[in-house]
């Protein structure tokens, strides 16, 4: 009936995997920030895996905190593209390189 | 009564404290007054406790007054403390007394000087470091004390500092005295190292387990210190030069007390020096020699104190002598009689050149004895007496010293009678051209009195050194006379004293030897006194006499009419050897050099170099690591990604 933790597991790394990979590749700055959701939330799928497998409530208390630190982040992040796109038609991430030393 | 020994060095220090507070508001002479007061007061402490000392039974007389802990830092524990024992204290009453006088002295001398509350600032100052040194417990404070007289000294070489010589002198003192100071804190670390004390008492308490080589150096260091103090050998021409200070300093400072302090130090260290004999034969050498060096630049200068400073370098010479050969109260006995008489020649000479609008040059003086009656009879007593003429005090303490030396090594007695008889002679010279023959100045008409005329031998003198009538007219004219009696009592009370100071330590019976008696704790079996019994004593009584009446008459033979004699004045002895010239030749002009050198070179290029060298490094590296930072988002994010690659992979290896 119930399906074995390797499943999760894999499922999360392939997630982790599209996130990196897109964040590498793409140049939409929102698509890159989902990407990093992505991301975020294959980690957070892989502490809910081994909370249930090891009978640790601990692994759920970090999805918390991830889920608090991603919010907080979410808002942060998409007030810098809103701002992007108040400046320029369009929000590729290599226009934005003003901060280069 | 030995408990108000505390005072000795604090009134001093009260006068000094009270003088930098309101020296300005006292002015002049109240400021003088009351450091003159302040030292005298120290002098009624000092006889004070000196007779508190003197009731105690002979085993007893050593106490011991501590303040307060000064330093207390691991094993290293160093008190604030008095030792009042019989060196202690005969250095005491003869600092205070001695200065007491110079301090009246220098209320006449002082008193037309714009500076004089400062002038008795220093002196006062200088008192206090010179009873702490004195009184010490242990070799730190000495040292301190060391210090507090060497800065006095070279705040009143420089105290008009406005003429260059001055200033020049006074940096040369503080240099030629920080080479010896170099060696004397080596020496207190050494003593530190092998004892693990700095207080007398137990520093030599454990000699015993100390080295000969140790002792050895120890004693080499801390005689390389009174060197410089004392203007030994090689250190000894800054005390020349230390002329250019106020003659009242010459004659407290640089003849009667400060330089004194290396002879002290020896003494104080008797016990190192007794099992460190090969030390005290260098000592006694140095000291030899320099006593003949002095006393041979002295025959040829003409600047009336420069006379007096190779004398009292010649004098200090004898004294080392004396400390070398193991005869300690010899030594302390010529420093109290010297304190008397060199100060007595001084102050004689600063009346001299007061009279003669600050004129130095024995050459431009003559026939003075006629104006100036009480300095010329103390001067002369002062003469008689370091030139040793019978039963005058020089007499007594210089012959105390010959009469060891030749027990000891008849060669440092001949060096010692070859000097005894050139103080006599040059000296003598002093005198004879100063207050004798011809006078070579011209004197000033009394408003309303009949103009005196030359006496006619020094006209004819002047005539016949091509009608140089004119050139005599031309110089200053001068009404030369004694000064007030605030200078002529300092002048009397130590022509009594070198006339009859001989008393204290007389050698023609054991009852009269008070000196040798009272300091016997202090030195106890390594006192080195030969027994001559009677007839040795007699025999280098007349010995003594002999020379001195020899190198009286010399003087008086080849000075007692004319001022001028070339041959008698060869110029390598006016330039004194040539030494202060090589020091300056190869010493100072090299080191110049090669500070010149140094600062082109070393400076621009080496650390300059390095600095600028580095700054670039870091500037470079800085330049190619800002590209690092490209601004481009998905650069950083593959750095990110290939560093936790890099964790996950080194993660795995550590797994497996």
Known sequence: ?101 | MLRIAFLVPLLPLAGFVLLLASGRKLGNPLAGWLATFMVAASFVVTVIVFAGLFRLPVAGRSYTQTWFTWISSGHLHVDMGLLIDPLSMTMAAFVTGVSALIHLYSIGYMEHDEDFPKFFLYLNLFVAAMLILVLADNFLLLFLGWEGVGVCSYFLIGFWFERDSASSAAKKAMIFNRIGDAAFLIALFLIYERTGSLEYRTVFSHLSSVGEPSLVAIALLLFGGAAGKSAQIPLFPWLADAMEGPTPVSALIHAATMVTAGVYLMCRINPILYRAPDAAHVIAIVGAATALLGATIACAQNDIKKILAYSTISQLGYMFLAVGIGAYDAAIFLMLTHAFYKALLFLGAGSVIHAMNDEQDVKSMGALARVMPITAVTFLIGWLSIGGFPLLSGFWSKGDILLNSFAFSPALWAVGAVTAMLTAYYLGRAYLLVFRGEQRWVEAKPAGAKPKPLSAKAKAAAAKSSGQEVVVAAKPALHPHDPSWVMSLPLVVLGCLSAVGGLINLPIHPDFDFLDRWLSPVFASRLFAHQWGLGGVWTFALIDAALALLGIGLAVAMWGRTSKRPTLEPVFLRRAWYIDWAYDRFIARSSTELAVETSAVVETEGIDGAVNGFAFLVRAGGRQLRKVQTGYVRNYALGFAAGLVVVLAYVLTRAS
Request: glycine share 6%.
């Open chain 1, 1 to 101: 009936m119930s399906i074995s933790a390797s499943w999760y597991l894999t499922l999360a790394a392939v997630l982790f995997t599209i996130g990196a990979v897109g964040l590498l590749i793409r140049r939409n700055v929102l698509v890159m920030f989902m990407c990093v959701e992505l991301m975020l939330n294959a980690a957070n799928l892989t502490f809910v895996t081994f909370a249930r497998k090891l009978n640790d409530i601990a692994g759920q208390t970090a999805v918390f905190f991830v889920l608090v630190v991603a919010a907080a982040e979410v808002v942060v992040g998409l007030g810098i593209i809103v701002s992007i796109y108040r400046r320029r038609l369009g929000a590729t991430a290599d226009d934005v390189h003003e901060l280069k030393g």
